[in-house]
């Protein structure tokens, strides 16, 4: 697969499109303390950026008991809903990057493992919608939530080829996503993963800001981040 046969381009949205931990941290916090579950540092949070919810509490709260998981789950969407999705901000040249793939014919979409009734609002709220052809998340009840199921949903339902299609994220899990489905795989250093992590995972290219995504189908720059 090379990057000049791409017609498609999936997007993370937590990490990636947007910096969300602010509302996050305040989220889980919300969250534990009406648990009275001890409270964690944003350093120890950030890590926990990515991964679906449920599993995120069942390592916290150190539990794999389902109605203490789900208990989390939903004093964390009682805040979240309400303030905690605002309480997020656009990563500096997003918008100019989208609006650059957009212009190039690129197809546009988001996949992520938040809620996908919230990522809609979110990507309304900060006028990001339009350059998206479709938005694709999770749902409540937690289907959806693994990336590569969601990635394998995508492409079924948009009739995507993998050959054609490119997956761009900040996680080892949009990584293994990606690669499960038989799509190349862009990693974002600036969101919440390191390079090595998703060197590890298996990323194509590495981008270290919106714009080096945006660049990736010029040849000076894909000579500089693809893999060895």
Partial sequence: MKLDSIKNILFDLDG???DPIEGMTRCFHYALKRMSAPLLTQAELQLH???PLRNTFSLILKTTDEVIIERA???YRERFSEVGMFENEVFQGVPEMLATL???SKRLFVATSKVHVYTERILKHFNLSDYFVGVYGSEMDGRLDNKADLIRHILASESLDPDESLIV???KYDITGAKENNCLAAGVTYGYGSSEELMEAGADY???S???VANLFSLAHLRKNTRP
């Fill in 16 to 18: 990636t499109l947007t």
């Fill in 49 to 51: 950026i990515g991964p």
């Fill in 73 to 75: 789950v939903s004093l």
């Fill in 102 to 104: 957009q212009a190039s």
């Fill in 169 to 171: 994220g900040d996680r």
């Fill in 206 to 208: 590495l981008c270290h």
């Fill in 210 to 212: 919106p714009r080096e």
